[in-house]
């Protein structure tokens, strides 16, 4: 690392750089931590402020925040319910339309191939379970001993890891993201990014065999 900094021209020791990311991550995770917390109370105040007007969470889901933009005391509470039907109605249009996995172009919105995907396998190990399905804001199911199948490799279902799961495979993901690292932290067995298509075939089954050194997903029932 040193050498590199040399050959770069950077005043900078390896020590101090060292030093310097690790202080850097930590404060980065504090602020991350930080965020989600504030945000987390926003929302917990929505929902409180929501059951007092007679909205649940689904509903409160969505509305957008410029139907709130007068102040919680000035809000016609007819035209925040009509706003809520609307977007609701569009959310199920949207649902019709599939669309390519990456954009790379507003011509791919119109036209595009469905690619198989090449996963990431995680650790080495082979397991077999039952299947258990888990979907963003669903309340934890049991997943114990299970596979677990989620669309998205985010931070968002680091509670999957509180259970002691057989191991889990996402939809879309890369190597270096989040889950990937977690698996690799708790020497899970995973399948990153198996692709869209792949993944809804997975759902239909009850039971799968993941084996990562053979980079092998098989469906057993």
């Known amino acids: 690392m040193q050498q590199a900094f040399d050959q770069c021209g950077l005043n900078v020791s390896a020590e101090q750089f060292l030093q310097f990311a690790q202080a850097a991550i930590a404060s980065r995770?504090?602020?991350?931590?930080?965020?989600?917390?504030?945000?987390?109370?926003?929302?917990?105040?929505?929902?409180?402020?929501?059951?007092?007007?007679?909205?649940?969470?689904?509903?409160?889901?969505?509305?957008?925040?410029?139907?709130?933009?007068?102040?919680?005391?000035?809000?016609?509470?007819?035209?925040?319910?009509?706003?809520?039907a609307h977007n609701r109605s569009r959310w199920y249009e949207t649902q019709l339309v599939r669309t390519p996995s990456i954009i790379c172009q507003p011509q791919d919105l119109f036209g595009h191939r469905v690619h198989w995907c090449n996963?990431?396998?995680?650790?080495?190990?082979?397991?077999?379970?039952?299947?258990?399905?888990?979907?963003?804001?669903?309340?934890?199911?049991?997943?114990?001993?299970?596979?677990?199948?989620?669309?998205?490799?985010?931070?968002?279902?680091?509670?999957?890891?509180?259970?002691?799961?057989?191991?889990?495979?996402?939809?879309?993901?890369?190597?270096?993201?989040?889950?990937?690292?977690?698996?690799r932290e708790f020497a899970i067995p995973a399948a990153i990014g198996v692709g869209d298509t792949r993944f809804k075939t997975l759902l239909a089954a009850t039971s799968l065999l993941l084996d990562c050194a053979e980079r092998r997903i098989q469906v057993l029932a």
């Open 119 to 183: 996963p990431n396998f995680i650790t080495r190990s082979a397991t077999h379970a039952r299947v258990a399905h888990v979907l963003p804001g669903q309340l934890a199911p049991d997943i114990e001993g299970c596979i677990v199948l989620i669309e998205n490799a985010d931070p968002g279902f680091d509670w999957i890891f509180t259970h002691r799961i057989a191991g889990f495979i996402t939809a879309y993901g890369g190597e270096n993201s989040h889950m990937s690292i977690r698996a």
């Open 29 to 84: 995770e504090k602020l991350k931590y930080l965020y989600a917390a504030f945000v987390s109370d926003v929302l917990r105040s929505l929902c409180d402020w929501g059951e007092v007007h007679g909205l649940d969470r689904d509903q409160l889901s969505f509305a957008q925040i410029t139907d709130f933009t007068s102040g919680y005391a000035d809000i016609d509470h007819k035209r925040l319910h009509q706003a809520i």
